[in-house]
């Protein structure tokens, strides 16, 4: 990485140290890295900025990708692992039970309706654990470590899979549940937690929905024509973060 800049460097190091941000928090982390080391700052080449990083650390297995908040439509930016399509790439930070237990837990909520599981229904999960056993309390603790390292994300004690998880294990999703997943119409990301045609089984996460139709006379299913089963108003509301 000799010729990356130290604007460069501190960037990857900020990104290190909070492994995933938020669009704003990402050019906000930007414009810093440029001021310390007094270079002029141009927002529009963020995307530039970004690119060169990720040349030079591709080769480590390392990429910085960008992802969307399924709830609230957010753009958000996740230094990721690459090394391979499977959970093993978080073997650094997790047991081989741990990694067990976080398997069905994914699968629960891939293979779920609407991309959720209560907390209760993942600890039950524990009593199908056959060749790594963990207990419910270690199970419980668990799930707060994955929601603190945001890979889950926990509300009212329903859980689903956070930004981060969606980017990094964007790969095995598409290989373990390729017959699973639906892809999103508009933003061609996988969608767990959002809108579906009643005819066809199209999806749309709710802010591309609410972005979609906002100015439509009709709502009308992308994919095949027919009425579509929701109102604008029960999508999320869409970010003008990039």
């Known amino acids: 990485m000799s010729d990356l800049g130290d604007e460069h460097r501190l960037f990857l190091q900020g990104f290190m140290w909070k492994k995933i941000c938020r669009a704003g928090e990402v050019m906000k982390l930007y414009k810093d890295c440029l001021r310390r080391a007094q270079k002029n700052c141009d ?14 650390i591709r080769p480590m297995h390392m990429e910085i990708r960008k992802g ?30 741990e990694l067990e237990f976080f398997k069905k837990i ?16 993942l600890l039950n999960l524990t009593d199908d654990m056959v060749d790594h056993k963990i207990s419910k309390k270690e199970a419980e603790d668990l799930i707060e470590r994955l929601v603190a390292d945001k890979f889950l994300s926990k509300n009212d004690g329903i859980i689903s899979l956070s930004v981060r998880s969606m980017i990094e294990l964007d790969p095995y999703f598409r290989e373990v549940y390729e017959e699973n997943i639906k892809i999103c119409l508009m933003c061609k990301q996988i ?11 199209a999806k749309l996460h709710s802010h591309c929905a609410t972005r979609y139709f906002r100015n439509k006379n009709e709502l009308k299913c992308l994919n095949c024509g027919s009425q579509w089963p929701y109102n604008i108003s029960q999508g999320a509301s869409t970010s003008t973060q990039k």
């Open 191 to 201: 969608v767990l937690q959002g809108q579906i045609c009643a005819d066809c089984d």
């Open 43 to 56: 927002a529009s080449e963020l995307s530039l900025f970004v690119n060169k990083i990720n040349s030079h």
């Open 68 to 97: 969307i908040e399924e709830d609230t439509g957010i753009n958000c930016y996740a230094l990721v692992n690459m090394t391979n399509s499977s959970l093993s790439c978080l073997s650094s930070d997790y047991s081989i039970s």
């Open 106 to 121: 994914v699968e629960m909520i891939v293979l779920s309706d609407d991309g959720v599981a209560s907390s209760v229904s």
